[in-house]
């Protein structure tokens, strides 16, 4: 009997495609690999960017994994909607986003809600408004530490900071947080010398805030890439994403990294241009459209197909002349980047034993749940 691969769906007529695919079994083995390769849940601080699903984020409350880091509202509601104890908000919140924090926190007593801060005029409308409802929000300083978009650089200005933050009222400074994303050096030993002088100035930071008399700060560092040499730093929590479902971009860039694809886009030919290319309907809207084209999405049972155009709903590849496929025929794509591929769809079917077992509904993908 032939061995069907391990993304087939035997009922795979059921799907209206585009449609997103979410294996468990593999997601639960990701979550494994997550936790042996650190050996500490409490060191850990998953961010739930990648799956935006409830049903996702409690396989990770299964495993014992109690700190999670998010980047919106929304994502932060559906992890309160669980009852995870311990929720990040890994972003600044200004205006209308400090109003609806606070009101997470009013509605969600059971979850702790913290923020990122990078500058006094931020702190102190936090402060006003958390003080007038009568709530305490644990901050972190945000640090650039490379990746120049938000954060402070790691220098003085930083103990500063934490000083005033630590004498205005509803606020409590609890650590940093550092993102060095841009450090993806394939060569893991080049990626980790990079990483540890980004690093450097963070522990250097740390250890001056312990000589001011401050509790010794959390450092919440890191993301997929440099989550291996994180991992060998005793009390910091790292905090990758995209670990739970992998992707074609990771699979390739970070090939020491043990997690395998645990989600798909699945895909059909829809139209034969000529006699050398296809048409597939995957188009803008249903796989993440950022890089070079050909490099996309990637069929697993079709991995010759080269891209050669695409718009909203439409991906039309080149398949050569003589090629064997027809209309109709299902195609299994792995994306390049998964997590903005995710927030494409409303639900993700998850597959169990080659069949459609379930639909998770990426319900933080919207800006906003109920708050």
Not at 100 to 108: F, G, H, I, P, V
Not at 202 to 207: A, D, F, N, P, R
Not at 271 to 285: E, M, R, Y
Not at 337 to 363: F, M, Q
């Amino acid at each position: 009997m032939e061995q069907r691969p391990w993304y087939w769906i035997d009922d795979v007529a059921r799907l209206d495609t585009p449609a997103l695919v979410v294996y468990p079994n593999r997601v639960r083995e990701n979550i494994t690999r997550l936790v042996n390769t650190i050996g500490d849940v409490n060191r850990l601080r998953p961010h739930v960017k990648t799956n935006k699903a409830r049903e996702a984020s409690q396989l990770l409350l299964d495993a014992g994994i109690r700190k999670f880091k998010c980047a919106t509202i929304a994502e932060a509601e559906m992890l309160a909607m669980i009852e995870a104890p311990d929720v990040l908000l890994a972003y600044q919140p200004n205006g209308t986003k400090i109003h609806r924090l606070l009101a997470l926190m009013a509605k969600y007593p059971r979850t702790r809600f913290s923020c990122l801060v990078d500058n006094s005029i931020t702190a102190r409308e936090l402060s006003q408004q958390a003080v007038s409802d009568n709530l305490v929000v644990p901050v972190y300083i945000d640090l650039n530490v490379g990746m120049n978009r938000t954060g402070i650089a790691p220098d003085t200005a930083v103990l500063t900071l934490y000083d005033e933050l630590s004498q205005l009222a509803g606020v409590n400074p609890v650590g940093l947080h550092a993102y060095d994303g841009h450090l993806r050096n394939p060569d893991l030993a080049a990626r980790t010398a990079d990483c540890d002088a980004a690093f450097q100035p963070v522990y250097q930071l740390s250890e001056a805030l312990l000589a001011r008399g401050f509790a010794e700060p959390v450092l919440v560092m890191g993301g997929s890439p440099t989550f291996p040499i994180h991992a060998q730093r005793p009390g910091v929590e790292c905090s990758p994403g995209t670990f739970i479902y992998w992707d074609r971009g990771y699979q390739d860039g970070l090939p020491e990294q043990p997690f395998r694809p645990a989600a798909l886009v699945v895909a059909r030919v829809i139209s034969l241009p000529n006699s050398a290319t296809l048409c597939i309907d995957v188009g803008h809207k249903s796989v993440a459209a950022e890089g070079v084209l050909s490099e996309r999405i990637t069929f697993l049972n079709a991995p010759e197909l080269v891209a050669i155009g695409q718009s909203e709903e439409h991906l039309v590849v080149e398949a050569g002349v003589g090629h064997p496929y027809q209309i109709d025929d299902v195609l299994y794509g792995l994306p390049n980047h998964i997590c903005p591929t995710v927030s494409l769809y409303e639900r993700a079917y998850t597959i169990e034993n080659k069949r459609i077992a379930d639909e998770w509904l990426t319900i933080a993908r919207d800006r906003k749940i109920s708050v």
